[in-house]
């Protein structure tokens, strides 16, 4: 199976700056990651895939990088908002199999 | 289009019961998982359905089990309840099975929340 870690369980910023959340998986590496957002009470939402041939995807203030030999993504959240609030999960598909591992999660909070 | 709805929302069982838990995916999707969440240890995949055919199984004991239905509805089922048990029971849906370098994006739903007492 896939270990998945996420840097830090709470991340706070300030409102406008950029937040910056990382997951490091080890074993194989899979052909894509994910990154949902989750809000309490409720399902995770897809945000962006990023493919293993692909450095960087952006949509609009989200930003993801994908570094296969670190294996490690980053995701961005640029001009932060108190609406970016939520927790936020990194996943990968596993072997061969259609089910995905998901990290724990890095609660952010944007401070007005 | 309506979303994936999972009924009921919340449950109260105590130990020892069982438990029954539905979900309808997005109307097309044929493809239905099932994941429990917990503070400790987060989202673990639990099973995964297609054309009424399990294709998948996470690393969780015989008492959790679970079926689809020709129409793609799903339901899981938790057999002699554990208090361990108690979680955030998601279900996800997708039009095709994802695999290798094949995606598909699942869409959750909000989730039924099992409190075993």
């Known amino acids: ?112 | 289009k309506a979303g994936v709805t999972q009924t009921p929302r919340y449950l109260i069982k105590t130990r020892g019961q069982q438990v029954t838990l539905s979900c309808s995916p997005i109307s097309g999707h044929r493809s239905v998982s099932w994941y429990q969440q917990t503070p400790g240890q987060g989202l673990q995949f639990l099973f995964e359905y297609f054309s009424e055919t399990q294709r998948n199984k996470g690393n969780f004991p015989g008492r959790f089990s679970g079926r689809q239905f020709s129409n793609s509805r799903s339901e899981m089922n938790v057999s002699t309840l554990e208090l361990g048990d108690s979680a955030l029971y998601l279900c996800a849906s997708s039009l095709e099975p994802s695999g290798g370098i094949s995606y598909n994006e699942q869409f959750f739903g909000p989730g039924t929340r099992l409190t075993v007492l």
Not at chain 1, 1 to 29: F, H, M, R, V
Not at chain 1, 32 to 43: N, V
Request: proline letters at 6%; a positive charge; one cysteine or more.
């Open chain 1, 1 to 112: 199976s896939q270990k998945i870690e996420q840097n830090s369980e709470a991340l706070n910023i300030q409102e406008g700056k950029t937040a910056t959340l990382t997951c490091n998986y080890t074993n194989y590496s899979p052909a894509y990651l994910q990154w949902y957002r989750q809000d309490p009470g409720r399902g995770p939402v897809f945000l962006l895939l990023i493919r293993e041939n692909e450095k960087e995807k952006r949509k609009e203030r989200l930003k993801v990088t994908f570094d296969t030999t670190l294996k490690q993504s980053l995701f961005h959240i640029t001009a932060s908002q108190p609406a970016d609030s939520a927790t936020y999960l990194c996943a990968l598909p596993g072997p061969g199999a259609n089910n995905l591992f998901f990290g724990t999660g890095t609660r952010l909070t944007v401070i007005p």
